[in-house]
């Protein structure tokens, strides 16, 4: 636990002059410019007039006299210090605390050296094997979720690819994301945020990085981890299932007209395929790298995120078909590719590689949709061809 020693005193956020410094009112109304030690983007906390605490500096040479350490967000009180994160953690496995199965580990190392980079945590665990551990701080809530944070960090996604790596290579690893306030049940992947941060938290967990949450318990003047909370990574898949299951698909191919596939419940397909389609396919899975976990991305970095995946499916020797999915209404529309002819399960790892809830596979006969998770149970339906 963090407990303050130095002198404290409530105030009134002003405004931010820039990443590392802002302005408060103190309460004989003199306004003094204060540090800030968090250099995420905070628009929904520092606010104007917004409860804050502030720490009075001992060093008579620095510029700025206080130190600002909380701020008061719909009554729960948020801690600013990011830098306290990792000693956090730090103190909470000291203590024989559990941390993605690294239990009481026989020493707690801080700022370790991995390769070319600097990493939080090593861990000498019981067993003998060595761990490795990232830690980041977050401050936001939504709706009691946490998200990520909106601010890029070339540092911290950097960070991660390391993790995914040596996970890779079998080395133990995780990353923690420390909450510095008490009113979360979860962080949620799924919430807006970076998409840089939303990528590369998602391609460490699939490569076994451990990816942990913890809140805090925060007053003014002390701040302790407190219990772990869950890792959401957006809608379950039963919550978007009526959208996958009325999707209409468009199919294109050079000097030929547009084929739409419609879904039909209560009926089956035609018996074949459009005749757009390559000679002889005995069936495509439709399936496209954008909006992540049904995650609304902007349009460039959908797009981004659909080059890598043809480029991918070219490299490995596939075939493909444009097809586009979308909302019968026109609401929503996702670009993407038809695979021809490939083995369904080819075509789930490429979606649950590109954080995909399912794919479409279209027969002759019927129009399914397949889960990327494997208990959920596959929407089957006909199909028929739209105007």
């Given at each position: 636990?963090?407990?303050?020693?130095?002198?404290?005193?409530?105030?009134?956020?002003?405004?931010?002059?820039n990443?590392?410094?802002?302005?408060?009112?103190?309460?004989?109304?003199?306004?003094?410019?204060?540090?800030?030690?968090?250099?995420?983007?905070?628009?929904?906390?520092?606010v104007?007039?917004?409860t804050?605490?502030?720490?009075?500096?001992?060093?008579?040479?620095?510029?700025?006299?206080?130190?600002?350490?909380?701020?008061?967000?719909?009554?729960?009180?948020?801690?600013?210090?990011?830098?306290?994160?990792?000693?956090?953690?730090?103190?909470?496995?000291?203590?024989?605390?559990?941390?993605?199965?690294?239990?009481?580990?026989a020493?707690v190392?801080?700022?370790?050296?991995?390769?070319?980079?600097?990493?939080?945590?090593?861990l000498?665990?019981?067993?003998?094997?060595?761990?490795?551990?990232?830690?980041?701080?977050?401050?936001?809530?939504?709706?009691?979720?946490?998200?990520?944070?909106?601010?890029?960090?070339?540092?911290?996604?950097?960070?991660?690819?390391?993790?995914?790596?040596?996970?890779?290579?079998?080395?133990?690893?995780?990353?923690?994301?420390?909450?510095?306030?008490?009113?979360?049940?979860?962080?949620d992947?799924?919430?807006?945020?970076?998409?840089?941060?939303?990528?590369?938290?998602?391609?460490?967990?699939a490569?076994?990085v451990?990816?942990?949450?913890?809140?805090?318990?925060?007053?003014?003047?002390?701040?302790?981890?407190?219990?772990?909370?869950?890792?959401?990574?957006?809608?379950?898949?039963?919550?978007?299932?009526?959208?996958?299951?009325?999707?209409?698909?468009?199919?294109?191919?050079?000097?030929?007209?547009?084929?739409?596939?419609?879904?039909?419940?209560?009926?089956?397909?035609?018996?074949?395929?459009?005749?757009?389609?390559?000679?002889?396919?005995?069936?495509?899975?439709?399936?496209?790298?954008?909006?992540?976990?049904?995650?609304l991305?902007?349009?460039?970095?959908?797009?981004e995120?659909?080059?890598?995946?043809?480029?991918?499916?070219?490299?490995?020797?596939?075939?493909?078909?444009?097809?586009?999915?979308?909302?019968?209404?026109?609401?929503?529309?996702?670009?993407?590719?038809?695979?021809?002819?490939?083995?369904?399960?080819?075509?789930?790892?490429?979606?649950?590689?590109?954080?995909?809830?399912?794919?479409?596979?279209?027969?002759?006969?019927?129009?399914?949709?397949?889960?990327?998770?494997?208990?959920?149970?596959?929407?089957?339906?006909?199909?028929?061809?739209?105007?």
């Amino acid at each position: 636990m963090a407990t303050e020693t130095h002198e404290l005193e409530r105030a009134h956020f002003v405004a931010r002059e820039n990443r590392f410094v802002c302005r408060v009112r103190r309460a004989d109304a003199e306004v003094v410019r204060a540090h800030l030690p968090n250099t995420a983007r905070l628009p929904d906390l520092l606010v104007p007039e917004a409860t804050v605490i502030v720490r009075a500096s001992r060093d008579p040479h620095r510029r700025t006299a206080w130190t600002l350490t909380r701020v008061l967000h719909e009554g729960t009180w948020v801690a600013l210090e990011a830098g306290v994160a990792s000693r956090l953690v730090a103190d909470h496995l000291a203590a024989g605390g559990d941390l993605a199965g690294f239990r009481a580990p026989a020493r707690v190392r801080r700022e370790v050296r991995s390769g070319a980079h600097r990493l939080d945590l090593g861990l000498d665990l019981a067993d003998g094997r060595r761990a490795l551990v990232e830690v980041k701080s977050l401050s936001r809530s939504v709706g009691g979720r946490a998200p990520l944070s909106w601010t890029p960090s070339a540092r911290g996604t950097d960070h991660l690819a390391h993790l995914a790596t040596l996970a890779e290579q079998g080395t133990a690893t995780a990353a923690v994301f420390v909450v510095q306030r008490g009113d979360v049940r979860a962080l949620d992947l799924g919430l807006p945020a970076d998409p840089g941060w939303l990528a590369a938290v998602r391609e460490a967990r699939a490569a076994g990085v451990g990816v942990l949450a913890f809140r805090c318990e925060v007053t003014p003047r002390t701040l302790r981890l407190a219990a772990g909370i869950p890792v959401l990574d957006g809608p379950e898949p039963e919550q978007v299932a009526g959208s996958y299951a009325t999707t209409h698909i468009e199919l294109e191919a050079p000097g030929q007209p547009p084929v739409v596939i419609v879904p039909d419940p209560g009926g089956s397909g035609p018996g074949a395929l459009p005749d757009l389609v390559p000679p002889g396919t005995r069936r495509l899975h439709i399936i496209t790298a954008c909006n992540p976990r049904s995650h609304l991305l902007d349009a460039a970095s959908n797009a981004e995120r659909n080059d890598r995946l043809l480029a991918e499916v070219r490299a490995g020797g596939l075939r493909v078909v444009r097809a586009d999915g979308g909302a019968p209404d026109g609401s929503w529309h996702e670009p993407g590719f038809a695979l021809v002819d490939t083995e369904v399960e080819v075509a789930l790892d490429l979606a649950r590689r590109y954080d995909q809830h399912a794919i479409f596979e279209l027969t002759g006969e019927h129009l399914t949709v397949r889960w990327t998770d494997p208990r959920q149970p596959p929407i089957v339906q006909g199909w028929r061809p739209g105007p």
